[in-house]
């Protein structure tokens, strides 16, 4: 239950990273390369967003085993 209260606490910064992900993504399957689409997704501000998501989920795994 507590992992519950976690997840809802930090539900909207979740949100708003999984949604700047996804645009990011959509931007980069617009390359006409395969090459081009996978250097834009692996570029320095796509992978930051993806960083942030990952630390902000363990985060909330922290909180719920506290």
């Not at 996978?38 to 990952?54: E, F, Q, T």
């Not at 363990?58 to 506290?66: H, Q, S, W, Y």
Request: proline share 0%; aromatic share 4%; net charge negative.
């Amino acid at each position: 239950m507590n992992y519950v209260k976690c997840l809802q606490h930090a539900s909207g910064d979740l949100y708003k990273l999984v949604t700047d992900i996804l645009i990011e993504v959509e931007s980069c399957a617009a390359k006409s390369d395969l090459v081009e689409t996978i250097r834009c997704a692996l570029s320095d501000a796509g992978l930051k967003k993806m960083n942030s998501l990952v630390l902000r989920l363990m985060e909330v795994t922290k909180c719920a085993l506290e």
